[in-house]
């Protein structure tokens, strides 16, 4: 399947890339931000991705124009090819600052050192080209030191793991068309109780998004949330949501 063209009025583009992974790793989608030929690259994977991403990225920018390389979190679906990235391209990578020296362990010696723009826990507002993008808290949903991208060109709001489902490849790229539905087939359910942490960040969370301008959701894995009515559905949804530490019982801190 080719990219999904989210958006694209001729300066701006978002482009997501959700058939990649191959073999037995986990779905992931991957996300290109392009203003007025800058672009930034959200959340890359590792080496399951690295040379596809490579290949499609080439029709919509030049590599070497790359200028960051964000990362939500930690995870290695997330940046595990960060080594690949900084080799080929001029980018920084763009990590909360609790992550900041945990970059070094996936590159080879020296590579990240001037190259990593540590997110602040208050978030920041980031420059491509012509506009502004605002990097936005998402703090134990589900890492300690997580963020999600709004572009508020498009009103995309890239929100990691927050929202994620799981789908093949096909699914992924695709917008969900059935809110109930989607809860019920997609382990949805489950996977936002076991990773996000509880449900005080999901509601302050909640209370953040619903300050921002959303016209879809687009999360790491699965499909997306498009439109101001699903959008809000989603947002109603996680704000109720008992979650990680708010389901944990005694039994499960048992010696085996």
């Known amino acids: 399947m080719p990219a999904v063209v989210l958006y694209d009025d001729g300066s701006h583009k978002c482009i997501a890339f959700t058939e990649l992974v191959q073999g037995e790793g986990i779905q992931s989608n991957q996300f290109l931000i392009v203003d007025n030929g800058e672009s930034m690259l959200l959340d890359p994977?590792?080496?399951?991705?690295?040379k596809h991403l490579l290949a499609e990225m080439a029709n919509y920018v030049l590599p070497s124009h790359t200028r960051y390389i964000f990362a939500s979190h930690e995870d290695p679906d997330i940046i595990a090819s960060a080594n690949g990235?900084?080799?080929?391209?001029d980018a920084n990578i763009v990590i909360a600052r609790e992550w900041e020296r945990f970059l070094p362990h996936f590159c080879v010696k020296g590579l990240t050192e001037g190259r990593v723009i540590p997110v602040q826990p208050g978030g920041m507002n980031?420059?491509?080209g012509e506009t502004e993008l605002k990097i936005v808290p998402a703090h134990y949903l589900h890492a300690v030191g997580n963020f999600q991208v709004y572009d508020p060109v498009s009103k995309i709001l890239f929100s990691g793991d927050m929202g994620a489902s799981l789908m093949d490849g096909a699914q992924a790229g695709q917008p969900i068309?059935?809110?109930d539905r989607h809860l019920e087939t997609a382990?949805?359910?489950g996977f936002h109780q076991r990773y996000m942490s509880n449900n005080k960040v999901c509601r302050l969370w909640a209370a953040m998004g619903r300050k921002l301008d959303i016209e879809c959701i687009v999360p790491q894995h699965g499909g997306y949330f498009k439109g101001k009515e699903m959008v809000n559905r989603f947002i109603d949804?996680?704000?109720t949501l008992e979650c990680g530490t708010d389901l944990v019982t005694e039994a499960d801190y048992q010696v085996p």
């Open 45 to 50: 994977g590792g080496n399951l991705t690295y």
């Open 85 to 89: 990235w900084l080799l080929i391209t």
């Open 126 to 128: 980031l420059k491509l």
């Open 177 to 179: 068309a059935d809110f």
């Open 187 to 189: 382990h949805s359910v």
């Open 237 to 239: 949804w996680i704000e």
